[in-house]
Antibody, heavy 116, light 109 residues
Framework: QVQLQESGPGLVKPSQTLSLTCTVS??????????WSWIRQHPGKGLEWIGY???????YYNPSLKSRVTISVDTSKNQFSLKLSSVTAADTAVYYC????????WGQGTLVTVSS | DIQMTQSPSSLSASVGDRVTITCQAS??????LNWYQQKPGKAPKLLIY???NLETGVPSRFSGSGSGTDFTFTISSLQPEDIATYYC???????????FGGGTKVEIK
């Protein structure tokens, strides 16, 4: 069964870039057939889809975040990553990585706080 | 963008009750609608995909129906372990923006 695990700093300063990595086990990103997604959830709020990437590197981003988001993939490490630039307190959230569009398997999530 | 209106935002029901949640899309989304369960501190779990298909391993008391703009999620007999927040989610068969409903928090009366 595929498993996903997010990793990265839990605290980011305003105006800096948030960087997270998702490590996939139990399945290969490069085998194709799936998109790999990032979703976030503001504290006590609902879910917001950030974007996805295919193993080939093709991406699609939520237009509301597109100017600040980059999702990349490293098939040699079976990982995909999220970068969100120019963060503010409004970017404080639990960030999830997930398999699929729409997502079926999700990571456990990681809280990222934006604060000085 | 397609907006998803989910109702109610919360409900309280007794064990054994039938629970129904609705989700309305701002435009026709065919059957591109999923339902997720999220327990506190946990990631969402896919329960129903493509409006009415039960994900493998999900108890049969959960069901979904609808197409076009109006969708329904039902728990036929509420169990204590069903306490969670439930989200509908629409997606685009061409791979566009994916949108979640606002969620329904289900509690035991």
């Amino acid at each position: 069964q595929v498993q996903l695990q997010e990793s990265g700093p839990g605290l980011v300063k305003p105006s800096q870039t948030l960087s997270l990595t998702c490590t996939v086990s139990g399945g290969s990103i490069s085998s194709g057939g799936y998109y790999w997604s990032w979703i976030r959830q503001h504290p006590g709020k609902g879910l917001e889809w950030i974007g996805y990437i295919y193993y080939s590197g093709s991406t699609y981003y939520n237009p509301s975040l597109k100017s600040r988001v980059t999702i990349s993939v490293d098939t040699s490490k079976n990982q995909f990553s999220l970068k969100l630039s120019s963060v503010t307190a409004a970017d404080t959230a639990v960030y999830y990585c997930a398999r699929g569009y729409p997502p079926d398997y999700w990571g456990q999530g990681t809280l990222v706080t934006v604060s000085s | 963008d397609i907006q998803m209106t989910q109702s109610p935002s919360s409900l309280s029901a007794s064990v054994g009750d039938r629970v129904t949640i609705t989700c309305q899309a701002s435009q026709d989304i065919s059957n591109y609608l999923n339902w997720y369960q999220q327990k506190p501190g946990k990631a969402p779990k896919l329960l129903i995909y493509d409006a009415s298909n039960l994900e493998t391993g999900v108890p049969s008391r959960f069901s979904g129906s609808g197409s076009g703009t109006d969708f329904t999620f039902t728990i036929s007999s509420l169990q204590p372990e069903d306490i969670a927040t439930y989200y509908c989610q629409q997606y685009d068969n061409l791979g566009g923006v994916l949108t979640f409903g606002g969620g329904t928090k289900v509690e035991i009366k």
